[in-house]
């Protein structure tokens, strides 16, 4: 999945999320870094295929939020609620999104007990020999639209992402009595 992509499944379900305790501010920015955190490690690998790293391991996100969660049990600081929540769900709906979005690698859900990578539909590694920096060229880019179910689907959440976020704004400008321009 493309980080537009993963932004948008970000802010859809963050906005899904009830107000609480663990969804007030800085909720919402978290989960939205989060929802693209995991793929910095592309930044340090030579391929597509070869960027899922600890990152992209449930496991590594678990111990993060269990951390983050008993900072907070003992040091009673209530912003770390929203920051470790927006964090965690932000990363596993990263993973879950390129889960089941897969084009070239999948995810190893079951790390560290074992290493082997999860899809939905078959993958392709092969084609994903190439560096991050080429992935919105040729023929990596024809290669992911290949799938025309998925391709459409994530250009569907980001079209969907946007119109909230739009139809949002003019609902908020509309109460505090401006106009969006």
Do not use: C
Not at 18 to 38: C, E
């Amino acid at each position: 999945m493309f980080v537009p992509s993963h932004i948008a499944s970000g802010y859809l379900i963050g906005r899904a999320m009830k107000q609480s305790s663990w969804t007030t501010y800085p909720f919402m920015p978290v989960l939205l870094f989060a929802s693209i955190f995991p793929d910095i490690d592309g930044l340090f690998s030579g391929t597509v295929a070869g960027h899922h790293s600890i990152l992209h391991t449930p496991i590594f996100w678990i111990i993060i939020f269990t951390g983050m969660s008993l900072v907070n049990v003992f040091l009673k600081i209530d912003v770390i609620k929203p920051i470790s929540f927006g964090i965690f769900l932000g990363a596993q709906l990263h993973l879950f999104t390129d889960w089941l979005t897969a084009r070239t690698v999948g995810i190893q859900w079951l790390y560290p007990l074992s290493q082997k990578d999860y899809y939905l539909f078959q993958i392709q590694p092969e084609k994903g020999q190439v560096s991050i920096w080429k992935m919105v060229q040729n023929p990596y880019f024809s290669f992911y639209m290949e799938n025309k179910v998925l391709f459409w689907g994530e250009i569907g959440v980001i079209l969907i992402a946007g119109a909230l976020l739009i139809y949002h704004n003019q609902i908020h400008s509309q109460i505090r009595g401006t106009s969006v321009k």
